[in-house]
């Protein structure tokens, strides 16, 4: 297949490029650089069945010749960047998935939505299923981020009803791994280098909240399985191991051995406001359908999230 990733240089984006290229696909990375980074893909410069294009998805996409399949990954998923930048989340889930959408109908190509576990906002029904509808402020901060994917998706069903796109759409649910970035704020990254570092973990507010994390190997399987799937609407990929985040806190002291403090902070900003309590996804339907289920255990993938961000720490 010659298949377009967009948000390519970014940290699923560019697995899933590794991922393509060893099946022996043509990979088309397209990436406007403003949260990816083309350290993430520098591996792949050179590489015959590779191809970066620096282009901002809201503005009309160009591709001369075949395309098979078109995986729209471009976001600002991380609460941080979507708090800085929020008119650009807006843009590329509502403007950029039309982009990308029409450029699917007019290659008739299989159209492969990254969406989010966000679409549940603040959920009053736990775990989260396919079914479940949502509780979204729309004028919240994080609402940003949570409409456009949300409007992503009813774009994205309304060319699978009215111009037989064949679609698939991936709510995807907290997801680490190497190639994340240091500074994007999330829970992941911000434990991990301040562990390595001696420096505090920041745990904003009690740490009662609770989310389930997944290894980025997994995920990227389980979202090549659903490219590959005849399912065209919304499946989890997640792993179902919640905890608490005062708990996860506890597990990246013990995998990195350090002895930095647990500090309890209210952030002065609006970014923990309307934060999920509580988050795990229902994997029924993706164990059905795809007969996918997360192996790479929380040691594990911390183990390698480690060694990555202690590469970039200097620490190696
Ligand atoms: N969080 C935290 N300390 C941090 C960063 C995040 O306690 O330094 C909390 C955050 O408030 C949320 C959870 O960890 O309850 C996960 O946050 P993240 O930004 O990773 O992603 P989210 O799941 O909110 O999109």
């Not at 899933?16 to 591996?43: P, Q």
């Not at 901060?141 to 774009?155: C, I, Q, T, W």
């Not at 792993?239 to 309890?264: H, Q, Y």
């Not at 993706?286 to 594990?300: D, I, Q, T």
Request: net charge negative; hydrophobic share 40%.
């Amino acid at each position: 297949m010659r298949i377009l990733i967009t948000g390519g240089a970014g940290f699923i984006g560019s697995h899933l490029c590794d991922r393509l290229l060893s099946a022996g696909h043509e990979v088309i990375a397209m990436d406007n650089l403003s949260t990816g980074s083309v350290d993430n893909i520098a591996h792949l410069a050179g590489h015959e069945r590779f191809q970066f294009i620096k282009h901002d998805v809201t503005n009309y996409i160009f591709l001369e010749g075949p395309v098979d399949a078109v995986l729209h990954l471009a976001s600002l998923p991380s609460p941080v960047d979507y708090l800085n930048f929020p008119i650009q989340t807006l843009k590329v889930g509502a403007l950029g998935t039309h982009k990308t959408l029409g450029l699917a109908m007019e290659k008739k190509a299989i159209f492969l939505l990254a969406s989010t576990s966000e679409v549940y906002g603040d959920p009053l029904v736990h775990p989260q299923a396919e079914d479940y509808w949502g509780n979204v402020n729309p004028v919240g901060p994080r609402g940003v981020y949570d409409e456009s994917k949300r409007f992503a998706e009813a774009l994205t069903m309304a060319y699978h009803n009215y111009h037989n796109v064949d679609t698939r759409v991936v709510r995807i649910f907290n997801t680490y791994g190497p190639r994340m970035r240091m500074d994007d704020g999330r829970v992941v990254p911000n434990f991990i280098c301040q562990a390595l570092r001696g420096e505090p973990l920041t745990i904003y507010d009690d740490g009662s909240r609770t989310r389930s994390f997944c290894y980025v190997e997994d995920m990227v399987e389980g979202m090549i399985r659903l490219l590959h799937s005849r399912e065209a609407t919304p499946v989890n990929l997640g792993n179902p191991a919640e905890m608490t985040i005062l708990d996860f806190a506890r597990k990246v002291l013990e995998v990195t051995g350090s002895d930095s403090e647990i500090e309890f902070v209210t952030p002065t900003d609006v970014r923990t406001k309307d934060d999920p309590k509580v988050r795990c996804p229902d994997i029924g339907k993706a164990k059905r359908v795809l007969m996918w289920e997360p192996k790479v255990s929380l040691e594990e993938g911390l183990q390698q999230a480690m060694t990555y961000f202690r590469g970039k720490l200097g620490l190696t």
